[in-house]
């Protein structure tokens, strides 16, 4: 394969045009606020419906969604409101469930949506390990249920320019990913805290976790370094910093970095035997990404740098795989 004279655009459907679906958001957090403003600014799926463990939270989720949203969306329905989150499954309006809310109870709230016969989008990771994950899919799978882990990254047009790279052969022999996730956090947040799961392993980690796997296929062997968080940063002592090399099937590397102690360039590079393609950071985030070959060439690809606003992205391709009756789309980080 030759060095390409341009990029091949990127494949994603508008997600505009994804059919709507009605959609219940399970927990009322910082990823649930930006899901649902990213869901009524670019798409025409609607939140119908939002439960949190208290009617208040609910509310004034739904209050401040709609403040927030009327003006760029236009007419905005308020979503129904509930108290529990069996209440908001059991809503026979609904017809897909957004389960956002910490790490560990995405098994039991992802449980729930799909016992009550909903399709269901879980944050990632869907568990906090293979067996649960597997437990969910047994699940979907015997009631004939979409079921996808909300790796939101996956859907971005960007990550479908690499997908065509990757599959064209322009990188040659895909030899070794490396990928990096650094954040600092106040002591306030849920990833200081041992009984939500905190530090980086089931969070930051599972962006470059996932990408290694989806560029290089699955890790066959793998060893990881953790320190622990400083008692200064997380009273609790959670895991501060981890660093995983791991070896893919097909004999490529990849050298993976997550921590909640500091902020990291948080790039991702794919080296090849005939081009290099070096992510901007933040890596997961919609952005843009050079391709150089040895001799120096280079072809740069750009898209608006949108943040968490791009989160409607993985909110269409759920809807397109639901009304095409497809029982998934995920792209698992949980090994
Ligand atoms: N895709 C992304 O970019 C992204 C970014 C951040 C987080 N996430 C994922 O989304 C999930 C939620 O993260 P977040 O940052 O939104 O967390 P958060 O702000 O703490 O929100 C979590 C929500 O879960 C509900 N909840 C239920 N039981 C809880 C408990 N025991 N303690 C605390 N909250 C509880 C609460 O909603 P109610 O009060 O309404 O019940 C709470 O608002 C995580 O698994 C994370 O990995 C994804």
């Not at 249920?145 to 322009?170: I, N």
Request: hydrophobic share 45%.
């Amino acid at each position: 394969m030759t060095f390409p004279t341009a990029l091949p655009a990127p494949r994603t459907p508008d997600p505009m045009d994804a059919p709507p679906l009605r959609w219940g958001v399970l927990g009322t957090g910082w990823i649930a606020q930006r899901f649902c403003d990213a869901l009524a600014r670019h798409t025409r799926q609607r939140v119908l419906a939002v439960g949190s463990r208290t009617r208040e939270g609910a509310d004034a989720f739904a209050d401040a969604f709609v403040a927030r949203n009327a003006d760029a969306s236009g007419r905005l329905e308020r979503p129904a409101t509930y108290g529990s989150y069996e209440a908001l499954v059991d809503d026979p309006d609904v017809d897909v469930v957004y389960v956002a809310t910490p790490h560990h109870l995405h098994l039991p709230h992802a449980r729930l949506a799909l016992g009550a016969g909903k399709a269901t989008v879980v944050e990632k990771p869907m568990g906090l390990s293979r067996s649960e994950v597997d437990q969910l899919e047994a699940l979907a799978s015997a009631r004939g249920l979409f079921l996808m882990e909300a790796l939101w990254s996956a859907y971005l047009p960007k990550f479908d320019v690499v997908r065509q790279l990757l599959d064209d052969g322009v990188l040659g022999t895909v030899h070794s990913v490396q990928a990096d996730l650094g954040e600092h956090f106040g002591p306030e947040h849920r990833i200081m805290r041992a009984d939500l799961f905190g530090g980086p392993r089931y969070d930051l980690l599972t962006y470059p976790l996932w990408f290694a796997r989806w560029v290089l296929g699955d890790l066959v062997e793998a060893a990881e370094v953790v320190t622990p968080a400083p008692a200064s940063v997380s009273p609790d002592g959670v895991e501060g910093q981890i660093a995983v090399s791991a070896r893919s099937a097909s004999g490529g590397v990849a050298s993976l970095f997550a921590t909640i102690l500091g902020d990291t360039p948080t790039t991702a590079t794919v080296v090849g035997s005939a081009a290099t393609l070096s992510i901007d950071g933040p890596f997961y985030q919609p952005g843009g990404f050079t391709l150089r070959a040895h001799d120096g060439r280079e072809l740069r690809y750009d898209e608006p740098r949108i943040a968490h606003a791009g989160l409607h992205f993985e909110a269409a391709a759920a809807a397109r795989a639901v009304a095409a009756g497809r029982l998934t789309a995920h792209h698992q980080t949980t090994g």
